[in-house]
């Protein structure tokens, strides 16, 4: 089923050449969406509560999150989303280069809803990010906006 109004999607990326692969893999979609992008964690926050240049930007229905992040890394936000009521259910995926497995079990630990390395062919990059579009905007039933 395609959406009839776009599909707001918060990446949380500090590397351009990643921003370019997931715009290029939503791009692809049959999906509308409208990606934000935010290149660290503190501004990641301050979209999320509107502060700042971010006032009058749309809540996202998913949140693309890198763990290598300037500033304010992506443990620490998944950690501030997690403990605040409005944001906690926003779905969360760790979109990573990490395979230490301190990452994933931390990840998880912290209320991530998947964590997803990020391949290193960037055919297979854009798949991965299909992939996730596909399954939480077509097979997910999400929660619905409460803030």
Same mark, same amino acid.
């Given at each position: 089923?395609?959406?009839?109004?776009?599909?707001?999607?918060?990446?949380?990326?500090?590397?351009?050449?990643?921003?370019?692969? *997931?715009?290029?893999?939503?791009?692809?979609?049959?999906?509308?969406?409208?990606?934000?992008?935010?290149?660290?964690?503190?501004?990641?926050?301050?979209?999320?509560?509107?502060?700042?240049?971010?006032?009058?930007?749309?809540?996202?229905?998913?949140?693309?999150? #890198?763990?290598?992040?300037?500033?304010?890394?992506?443990?620490?936000?998944?950690?501030?989303?997690?403990? #605040?009521?409005?944001?906690?259910?926003?779905?969360? *995926?760790?979109?990573?280069?990490?395979?230490?497995?301190?990452?994933?079990?931390?990840?998880?630990?912290?209320?991530?809803?998947?964590?997803?390395?990020?391949?290193?062919?960037?055919?297979?990059?854009?798949?991965?990010?299909?992939?996730?579009?596909?399954?939480?905007?077509?097979? *997910?039933?999400?929660?619905?906006?409460?803030?």
């Amino acid at each position: 089923m395609i959406a009839a109004s776009p599909i707001d999607i918060l990446l949380v990326e500090d590397s351009p050449g990643d921003v370019e692969l *997931v715009r290029q893999g939503l791009t692809r979609s049959r999906l509308l969406n409208s990606l934000h992008v935010v290149q660290d964690g503190v501004e990641a926050m301050d979209f999320l509560h509107h502060r700042g240049d971010f006032e009058d930007v749309p809540r996202p229905a998913l949140i693309l999150l #890198d763990i290598n992040l300037p500033r304010k890394n992506g443990h620490e936000v998944l950690r501030e989303l997690r403990s #605040d009521e409005h944001l906690r259910p926003i779905p969360v *995926v760790i979109l990573t280069t990490s395979d230490h497995e301190r990452d994933i079990l931390k990840a998880y630990e912290e209320h991530a809803n998947a964590y997803v390395q990020k391949p290193l062919n960037a055919t297979e990059f854009i798949d991965a990010v299909r992939g996730i579009e596909g399954f939480w905007f077509s097979l *997910v039933r999400l929660p619905p906006e409460t803030a």
